[in-house]
């Protein structure tokens, strides 16, 4: 059975019909060609699948896309409508990623954090970003350069 | 990976709508966080006809305080608690415990209730529920029920949830002792990981505590014999060293993927002891603050 979702997306809103077992992250990826949230784990654990709703993060893998009627979904590229953010920045100037496969998720989670904490000290950071795993860099670059923005 | 199984989605308005839902439907799943459940139907391990989102029902969403009970809805997220001045005023504790469920992004979105309602031995929330001697709050085909929160799990994933029912909330009546409480919770890194232990020990003026372990047993244990041993005693080195012993009358940790059993009651008995100490020292404004784990 489908049903209609309503809601905004990355400041547009967006009517479509999805069935009921479709997951937000297959929807935006392939339906709606947003392909900044990745699939990594597709258990909550990994963090590449990460959006925000009404100004939260949460996993994509794990929210059905029917639960996101009259919401506000934000990926990455509705973040960075206006062109890069000056986090993205201190990311390309801290070399904060290899395979940039998380980057996506952890540039959300961290922007989260610097929203409710513009301060963050460094073990607030690293609880911040506990839910976004990096294969690539050890996490040093990442955690420095939100700190090096945050100063 | 798509969900392969057909079900089909509603979200009522009212608890009124919900619960006339669920008498129509045999086989259904309540989603709130959807944080374990969507797992668990990606999975195959949960087979629902229907699947019902509470997040509609405005009144499930709320924390209230009132007279010396605190009520806490079914849809109230871990991220929800923490923010919450109510519960940071009256039940620091309880926050101090949410913020160690999984990361920024599962506690946006999991639930208090959600959290008891999976029932998994290494449960954070059981051991507070426990402690501070909840009520679980249903509502189905025979009415309201309250159960307490010590009879609420039952075996691994097994709660007194009965068919049709839903839970609504919990229900934790604020101590009228002058208390304080500690949370501690070892797990394999400082990240995001299940309990390898957990710990709630609440410590109360007039000397007497309560103490519950989780991820120890098949459920989360209220270590009675403990609290009899500390009752009205100064809690001196050597109290404590008898006390620790005790902790193998208590619970029965098995060896899994995240530790071996031996480990399990080694640390738990080192928990004991830091989280009395703290949790003392918290009472007369002296312990380490709310947040700051003790191991």
């Known amino acids: ?151 | 990976m798509a969900i392969t199984q057909e079900f089909v989605y509603l979200k009522p308005a009212s608890l009124k709508e919900t619960l006339a839902l669920l008498a129509q439907h045999d086989n259904f799943a309540i989603l709130a966080g959807g944080t374990d459940l969507i797992d668990m139907i990606k999975e195959g391990a949960v087979q629902p006809d229907v699947v019902v989102d509470i997040k509609g029902l405005a009144s499930l969403s709320e924390i209230r305080f009132k007279g010396s009970t605190l009520d806490i809805g079914a849809g109230v997220t871990f991220t929800d608690l923490i923010e919450s001045e109510i519960i940071k005023e009256k039940f620091p504790v309880i926050a101090e415990c949410a913020r160690t469920v999984g990361s920024l992004g599962i506690r946006n979105r999991a639930t208090l209730a959600g959290n008891i309602c999976s029932g998994v031995p290494c449960t954070d929330s059981g051991p507070v529920l426990c402690a501070y001697e909840a009520l679980v709050l249903t509502e189905g085909p025979k009415g309201a029920r309250k159960i307490k929160a010590e009879d609420w799990f039952i075996a691994p994933r097994k709660t007194a949830l009965e068919k049709g029912e839903i839970v609504v909330g919990v229900r934790i009546p604020y101590p009228k002792k002058r208390h304080s409480g500690c949370w501690v919770k070892l797990r394999r890194y400082g990240g995001q990981d299940l309990a390898q232990v957990n710990l709630l020990v609440l410590a109360f003026e007039d000397g007497t505590f309560r103490i519950s372990y989780g991820a120890v047993a098949p459920v989360p244990v209220r270590a009675k014999k403990i609290e009899r041993m500390l009752n009205g005693q100064k809690p001196t080195p050597d109290l404590l060293e008898k006390v620790t012993r005790l902790v193998e009358e208590e619970i029965k940790p098995i060896t899994d993927i995240r530790a071996t059993g031996e480990y399990r009651m080694h640390l738990a008995k080192v928990m004991l002891a830091r989280g009395v100490e703290a949790a003392m020292g918290r009472l007369d404004g002296k312990g380490p603050e709310y947040g700051k784990s003790v191991i």
């Open chain 1, 1 to 151: 059975m489908k049903r209609e979702i309503n809601f905004v997306l990355n400041g547009e809103r967006v009517s479509m019909e999805v069935r009921g077992n479709e997951i937000l992250l297959e929807v935006l990826r392939e339906k709606l060609g947003l392909k900044s949230p990745k699939c990594g784990c597709d258990k909550g654990d990994c963090g590449t699948c990460t959006v925000m709703i009404n100004g939260k993060t949460v996993r994509s893998c794990l929210v059905l896309a029917a639960e996101i009627d009259k919401c506000d979904v934000l990926t990455l590229e509705g973040l960075m409508q206006g062109g890069l953010t000056p986090l993205q920045k201190s990311f390309l100037e801290h070399n904060s990623f290899q395979c940039g496969f998380c980057t996506p998720g952890v540039i959300l989670s961290a922007t989260e954090l610097l929203r409710k904490n513009p301060r963050p000290d460094k073990t607030e950071i690293q609880e911040a970003l506990s839910g976004n795993l990096c294969r690539c860099t050890g996490y040093s670059p990442i955690i420095e350069a939100i700190r090096d923005f945050s100063k």
